[in-house]
Structure formats: C-alpha cells, structure tokens
C-alpha cells in the first residue's frame, strides 16, 4: 500500500488517531529530482535533492542538503521531519513546475530570458562532512563562514552590484536567483550573454564598478585613457580604488574605501587563528593573524610571505584570503577579494614522493625525443598543491564552472621569486550528477568499446592532472632559449603559451607507458589515462577555438591538436556509420588502444622538437591542421553533442 493510501484509510476509518496528524505520510514525489533542483534555483531556496538514495523517486528528508550562500530561510527538516516551511515551498515548486508545463506561466519576455540563464547551469554540490575535525577546527570554519560573508558583502560592493541590489523586483525570485549567482544582474551563460534584454532588473540597467569612478566610466575607452595620464601607475595600483576628489583623481587604498568590512573580516580571522591548535597549524595560524593584517592596512606582502611559508605537509588546510585577481573588471587592474577554504589533499604528496626518484630519467627520455640543440637538464618536480575545497566566496565563487588551478600571489617578491603556491582542485564535479552529465556526453561520441576504457573514479583525471603538472618541469620550457630567444619571441606570446600547454598534456600521454613499466600504474589505469586525455580534449573543443574578443584559446587549440594527431596516427577514428555508446547517436570517435603509445610517442617527438628548435612555421603548421581547417578534427559534431548537457554551477554544503 503508498503511503497515501495510508493516509486516507486513516482519514475514512479514523483507525490511526493516536498517531495525530501525519505529516510525515506527504509524499514528495511530484517533481523528478532533477526538476526539483532546478525550480529550487529558480525559486532561489536554499536547497538540494543531493540523490535519491533508496530510489523511490521520493524525496526524502534525509537526501535534502540545505546550501550555503543563498537566502537563509530554512530550516527544511526539523528532528528528521520536514518543516511546515519546507512543505510550502515544495508546494511552491510543484506550482511553478506545473505552470510551466501547461503554458499558464505569467513571465514576461525578461523574466523568461533569466529563467532560460539559470537553466544553463546545473546545481552541482560542494558537499563537505566536518565530522571528522576537532571541536576546534570545526570554530575555525565557523569563523571563516562568516569571513567568507563579508568577503561576498566586500566584492558584490568592488563590482557594483551591491549598488544595483535594491532595485531587484521583491517578488521575483527567479531574478533574485540570478542576480545572487551571476554576481549581478546581467546574463552570463552561452545563449542568453549576448541578449540585451537578459537581465535580473528590469529595464536592465548597466552595472558600474566601484573601483572607478561612475561619470568615468561612461566613457567606453576610460581604461586607456588611464593608461596614458601620467599618474596612471599610482592609480592603477591593484590594492586601490580611484576616487574624485576636488575634480582630481586619487587612488585610495581598499582598507580605506572598504574600512568597515576590511576591519570584519580581520577580526574574524584573529578568531579564526584563536580557535586553532599551535602544534598542529602553526603555519596556518601565522597566516591568519598576517592576513588579517592586510586586512587592517593594506600591505599584503607579509601576509603573502607567511602564505608562501604554508605547505601541504605542514597544514591540513589551503586557505587564501586577499585581493588577488584582476580579469573581472574592465581595466583588469584591480584586485578582487575573494576567500579558498579548502582542506588539503595527501595525493599530491604521494605522487611527488613516486615520481621524484625517476624525475631525471624523464627529462632524458624526452630530451631524446625532443632533439637537438636541446639537451638534458638536471630537474626537479614540483607538482602543484592538491587541495579540495570546502567553500568559495567573493570572486572565486564564479556563476558557473569554477577555478580548477591558480598560482599565487599575482605581484610582490613572493611572486617574483618563484616562491608561491600553485593548486589544483581535486573534488569538484565529482558529485553524481556531474559524473552522469560527462558520463552522457561521451556516451554521444565514444563507440561502446571505447566509453568502456573510461573511468568515472577521478584516477584518470589525477594522472592526467600529475602529468601534465610534472611535464611543465621538463623539456624545453618557458626560460629555454634557442639561439638566445626565449619562447614568446620565437613563437609569439599566445603560441608560445598554447605550445607549453600541448607539451604539458602531450606529457599526460607520453608518460603513461613508462609509468605502467615501472609498474607505478597497472594496465587498466593506463587505459584510463588515454581515454581521459581524449575526453578532457572533447570537453575543451565544445568550448569553441577562439573567443568572443578573437583571442585563442589556449586549451582549446591544444584538446584540438591532441584529437587530431591521434586521428592521423590512426590511434582515434572517427567511424561515421559507428553506433555511439548511448545507442541513439550515430557517427563515433574510436580509440584504438594497441596505437595508443605511438601516437603519443609521436606527438611528443613532434611538439618537444618544435619547441627545442624554435621552429614557428611547425607550430603554425599544427594549428592550421587540427584547429582551423577542419579537415581532421569533427569540430561541429563534438560540440553539438558535449553542449547538450548543461555546465556545471557549483552550490556549497557543510555537514556536521
Ligand atoms: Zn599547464
């Protein structure tokens, strides 16, 4: 018997009095999971079906997940049940889904425009169990859940969008939505960006930075104008804003503009080092209290000092707290703030400490493959910080996608010494639904046999991420000099960028058979490093050759490259009659592992040679091929079909 038949019988037969009203007999399986995640985005609430756990297509309130970052207005579940505030809201979503569906829906052409940017994304969660931490570990985050509040306060006030939020239609939640995610009222996914009329507020009015001046900007070229006044180096320093001031123009420092939430956040973080143990995170806590004194004056080069100082081997967190990257405003100048939470991850360790005894026979092997007038050098790894993140605030907390790698600091001697940290995220899109959204997409372009060799376990994306981390060590790279030129003036900057990339990945291939011979990796893990290669370069072509503004772009050209040389080596086909793994498409991608390890052999012969020899017309000659003839590479049904899923829009929980 359903469990509404039950409450019905209890209803006509008065049978189950003693147990009063049964709220826990509603049944909440009106929407599929999927629809309810995506009209709980819509709807601005801050929860999520993370997975139907007993597969009943009920949601059950031990599979909701409430999120981090959206209006607090919970709590949905109370002793294990849910709350009355919870079944109005589900009644909520089961209104508007149904609308929808019938067509009654009383949006207007803006309201649609937002409802279809929202549905580029996909909710995928950040979950992190805090259960494992000590009592005072578990303060430490509390305090930086509140730093990362005020950091959210500090860079919706840097970008503008604080002045613009009181102007939010109140009860429009889809707009309140989008303006919460996209850090703004504008339009960010691929098929709304470029319409005019997308936007959170009506009337979409433009959004002014608060980093300058609002009559300066205007103006459409303010930023080169500038550039050229004779003070632009004052003004353009990255830890300021540009004020007016008796009809000049001033730089102000952030920690005197922004003073108030400058001064929060330093007071959290002092409390935040309070609550940690000194044996154990020393290096942690020396960089909050320095932090924190960035935070009160505005000189973060100590901060940057002590940050440089943290390891994975001498703290279980990666934290960075501060101004850093500037590509969000228009002048890419100033700084923006932002907090990485994350706990450190011990696989980079491992893997440093498995591959550092064979780092100098993995320079000579590709020394030899490379060529003459490069020659052997002594190396030594570095492969970057694995971290997993438990929250993102500020500007690290993107609409969609999210930051999978960063060097830091960006200025200082810390920077200028090699002396900072590089990181790479190690748990983000690993939740179900991103696996089954990857898993879909190469099912479309890989044959059976081939989707086969693919591995949803993360191992093939780790080596793939080692290697190419390892081989940026080796080889000709960025201080190579042929005939006393550096890369960027043999090969120019963007080429000779994308150059190093394809030598990294290109690594990610080549060093897979002497790892399997060394017996580091077994056969399967080999097999799943090829075919992650060829689906992170199918996920890259999707994205498209170039940008908007005309720019290359890298990782695109390199996936390009890669794909089209293995179809020239015949290690990749692409068989037009081919049954696709998911049994409706047809024309597929092969993988023919027996062809593999020449291919990739191949590959690295050529692009290390053309990088030891400086030699401009081969680079030239590899992206004329793979990336804009179009003769090898099946550039347009790769991103018909990766595009059918949606991207990826990362939500945070905390579990206790
Ligand atoms: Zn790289």
């Keep these: 018997m359903n469990k509404r038949l039950v409450a019905l019988a209890c209803l006509l037969l008065a049978a189950c009095g003693s147990k009063g009203p049964d709220v826990h007999l509603e049944r909440h399986d009106a929407l599929s999971r999927a629809e309810f995640n995506r009209w709980a985005l819509?709807?601005?609430?801050?929860m999520f079906w993370v997975a139907d756990a007993n597969h009943d297509g009920q949601l059950q309130p031990a599979e909701l997940s409430a999120l981090l970052f959206?209006?607090?207005?919970?709590?949905?579940?109370?002793?294990?049940?849910?709350?009355?505030?919870?079944?109005?809201?589900?009644?909520?979503?089961?209104?508007?889904s149904k609308a929808a569906a019938a067509g009654g829906s009383t949006a207007d052409e803006r309201q649609q425009l937002v409802g279809q940017d929202l549905d580029q994304g996909r909710s995928?969660?950040?979950?992190?169990?805090?259960?494992?931490l000590t009592p005072g570990e578990q303060q430490?985050?509390?305090?930086?859940?509140?730093v990362a509040k005020v950091t959210d306060d500090l860079f919706a006030r840097e970008n503008g969008s604080a002045a613009l939020a009181a102007r939010l239609p109140a009860d429009d939640p889809a707009s309140r939505s989008?303006?919460?995610?996209?850090?703004?009222?504008?339009?960010?996914?691929?098929?709304?960006?470029?319409?005019?009329?997308?936007?959170?507020?009506?009337?979409?009015?433009?959004?002014?930075?608060?980093?300058?001046?609002?009559?300066l900007q205007e103006d459409a070229g303010f930023c080169a104008q500038l550039d050229k006044r004779a003070d632009a180096r004052t003004l353009l320093t990255p830890f300021s804003v540009v004020r007016e001031q008796g009809g000049q123009l001033v730089a102000q420092s952030f920690a005197k503009a922004y003073a108030e939430p400058m001064q929060a956040i330093a007071t959290e973080l002092e409390a935040a080092a309070a609550a940690l143990d000194p044996a154990s995170e020393r290096a942690l806590i020396a960089y909050l209290k320095a932090a924190a004194g960035g935070f009160?004056?505005?000189?973060?080069?100590?901060?940057?000092?002590?940050?440089?100082r943290m390891t994975v081997a001498n703290s279980r967190w990666y934290v960075r707290v501060a101004p850093d990257e500037t590509y969000w405003e228009p002048c890419s100048r100033k700084a923006a703030f932002h907090l990485t939470l994350a706990l450190v991850d011990k696989g980079s360790l491992e893997w440093q400490a498995k591959l550092a005894p064979h780092q100098n026979d993995m320079e000579k092997r590709l020394a030899a493959v490379a060529g003459a007038p490069y020659r052997a050098r002594k190396v030594s790894f570095h492969l970057p910080d694995f971290i997993q993140i438990v929250v993102n605030a500020g500007f690290?907390?993107?609409?969609?996608?999210?930051?999978?790698?960063?060097?830091?600091?960006?200025?200082?001697?810390?920077?200028?010494?090699?002396?900072?940290?590089?990181?790479?995220?190690?748990?983000?899109?690993?939740?179900?639904d991103s696996l089954a959204a990857r898993r879909s997409q190469l099912a479309s372009l890989f044959d059976a046999a081939t989707l086969a060799g693919y591995s949803d376990d993360g191992q093939g994306e780790l080596l793939d991420t080692i290697l190419h981390e390892a081989t940026h060590n080796l080889g000709p790279a960025h201080e190579y000099k042929v005939q006393g030129r550096a890369d960027g003036e043999v090969f120019g900057g963007p080429v000779a960028s994308m150059m190093e990339e394809l030598k990294a990945e290109a690594g990610a291939l080549y060093f897979l058979e002497p790892l399997r011979q060394l017996k580091l990796i077994s056969d399967d893990e080999a097999l799943h490093g090829y075919t992650h290669v060829v689906a992170w370069s199918l996920g890259h072509i999707s994205q498209g050759m170039y940008a908007g503004t005309g720019q290359r772009?890298?990782?695109g050209n390199v996936a390009a490259i890669i794909v089209g040389f293995l179809m020239d080596q015949g290690a990749l086909t692409w068989e037009p009659a081919g049954a696709a793994a998911n049994g409706s498409d047809h024309g597929v991608l092969v993988l023919h592992p027996d062809k593999v390890v020449a291919a990739g052999d191949a590959l690295m012969k050529q692009v290390a040679g053309i990088k030891a020899r400086g030699d401009s017309a081969g680079a030239q000659a590899l992206l004329s091929r793979y990336v804009d003839s179009g003769e090898v590479v099946p550039h347009a049904v790769i991103s018909e079909r990766m595009l059918r899923e949606p991207k990826a829009s990362f939500v945070y929980a905390i579990r206790r």
């Design 42 to 46: 819509r709807q601005d609430l801050s």
């Design 70 to 96: 959206f209006p607090d207005d919970g709590p949905w579940v109370q002793e294990g049940a849910f709350s009355p505030r919870f079944e109005q809201a589900y009644a909520t979503l089961v209104a508007a």
């Design 124 to 132: 995928s969660l950040v979950a992190t169990d805090l259960a494992t």
């Design 140 to 146: 430490f985050v509390d305090h930086m859940l509140k």
């Design 178 to 215: 989008l303006f919460r995610r996209n850090w703004g009222p504008e339009c960010v996914a691929p098929r709304t960006e470029k319409n005019p009329a997308c936007s959170a507020i009506p009337g979409a009015p433009r959004r002014l930075v608060d980093v300058y001046p609002a009559d």
């Design 296 to 308: 009160r004056s505005n000189d973060w080069l100590k901060a940057d000092e002590a940050w440089s």
């Design 396 to 432: 690290d907390r993107m609409p969609l996608g999210g930051v999978a790698g960063e060097s830091l600091p960006n200025w200082g001697p810390v920077a200028n010494e090699g002396r900072g940290r590089t990181m790479a995220v190690t748990n983000l899109s690993r939740d179900p």
């Design 553 to 555: 772009k890298t990782y």
